[in-house]
């Protein structure tokens, strides 16, 4: 049964997405242009052509890991809208790691440093959580606050301390040669960070539907008050979720630094923070669609400009066609209430599941 009922909710989102092209074509026949050829020409571009598809990858890479640092909190009743800030904050603490740490085999050095951006991401996550856990504060205020300090913290980084010498752009030293990612296309910038994606969103499906641990999750978020009565500590399970969510972000970053940048830049990520958040709302916050929602945003973010060179279409028709998207998808959820209600509930800053901790455990 619930099976059928993912088939169902995959084919109602599966429509919803097609309407929004549908409706997009429109919006492209109002620009005087080609819906036929524009589409044609994104799809070309972004999946089979060589260097459309490597530049698909790049920007599927971190857009896939940012959408499961949003659907791992959520499992446990809370929001991470703080993907963006932790992605920064991973940038940041990958660069520092391999800008100081001794030279090292690539074998060691890139783990180690993809380790600590994974740590960045989780302490910067894991202040939310705290927040929520033991006083109460709505984390969609606090993750989104959030994203603007790390940000800025990233910018007065490579803007003051951490700049290279006689750099023009605010940007850090180049980081070693061993602490770069493998590239997984020749001759182009796609490399294994999407493998990490990929390798995350298995283990993160398995450990939702075949584990203790997705079971304890689902129980804290659907109901913390008979997670009590089980045994469970709501308050732990909130925070871990929380930093759990960061460190995927922060690899994002991490991998974004290591294998495309190969330095800190201002501004490095071009929000794929918060095109996580789509791509998990597309996927109906489920790990195991999570990678055709991120190429789906991936493709067409990398097929845009080829849509404007082939068909005079404006890149902002593509960001048109992504609002459809997130518009007809949260319609066709919201027909059973699955994921729109619970994520309206969190931005209108209404109690949710985790909050509904005993007043004794917070004042403790």
């Known amino acids: 049964m619930t099976r059928l009922r993912d088939a169902l909710v995959g084919l109602r989102v599966v429509m919803a997405v097609a309407v929004a092209l549908g409706l997009g074509s429109i919006l492209i026949l109002v620009t005087g242009a080609d819906p036929v050829k524009a ?10 052509d060589y260097w459309g598809l490597s530049n698909t990858i790049v920007k599927t890479s971190p857009i896939l890991l940012a959408s499961l640092a949003c659907m791992v909190p959520l499992r446990a009743g809370v929001y991470n809208i703080g993907g963006e800030g932790q992605i920064y904050m991973g940038g940041l603490f990958g660069t520092l790691a391999a800008l100081h740490l001794p030279a090292l ?11 600590c951006a994974m740590l960045g991401g989780a302490l910067w996550a894991g202040i939310a959580g705290l927040l929520k856990a033991w006083r109460g504060i709505n984390e969609v205020i606090v993750t989104l606050l959030m994203n603007y300090i790390a940000i800025h913290v990233v910018s007065f980084a490579v803007s003051g301390p951490m700049i290279a010498s006689g750099a023009p752009y605010p940007y850090s030293d180049e980081i070693p040669e061993q602490y770069r990612l493998p590239l997984l296309m020749p001759q182009t910038d796609a490399h294994i960070g999407i ?27 659907k109901s913390p008050r008979a997670a009590r009565y089980a045994g469970l500590n709501v ?11 960061g460190m995927l972000a922060g690899l994002a ?20 923070g918060f095109d996580g958040v789509v791509a998990a ?47 007809l998808v949260a319609a066709s959820l919201a027909w059973k209430g699955d994921l729109l209600g619970g994520l309206v509930e969190g931005f209108r800053l209404k109690p949710t599941p985790a909050d509904q901790v005993n007043p004794t455990e917070r004042q403790s």
């Not at 085999?105 to 380790?115: E, F, G, H, K, T």
């Not at 939702?208 to 129980?219: E, N, P, Q, W, Y």
């Not at 929602?293 to 400009?305: Q, R, T, Y």
Request: avoid cysteine; glycine fraction near 12%.
């Open 105 to 115: 085999p690539s074998m060691i050095a890139i783990p180690s440093a993809l380790l």
């Open 195 to 221: 493998i990490f994606g990929l390798v995350a969103a298995g283990v993160i499906a398995f450990i939702f539907a075949r584990t203790a641990t997705g079971l304890s999750l689902d129980i804290v978020g």
């Open 39 to 48: 589409y044609a020409a994104l799809v070309h571009e972004a999946l089979f």
């Open 281 to 327: 709302f597309i996927a109906n916050a489920n790990p195991a669609f999570a990678p055709l929602s991120a190429l789906f945003l991936g493709a067409l973010k990398s097929g845009a400009s080829v849509m404007q060179r082939a068909a005079g279409v404006e890149g902002t028709v593509v960001d048109a066609i992504v609002g459809l998207v997130v518009i």
């Open 253 to 272: 970053g991490g991998i974004e630094v290591l294998g495309l940048k190969y330095r800190l830049f201002h501004l490095f990520s071009p929000g794929y």
């Open 235 to 245: 308050k732990t399970h909130i925070v871990a979720s929380m930093a759990s969510g």
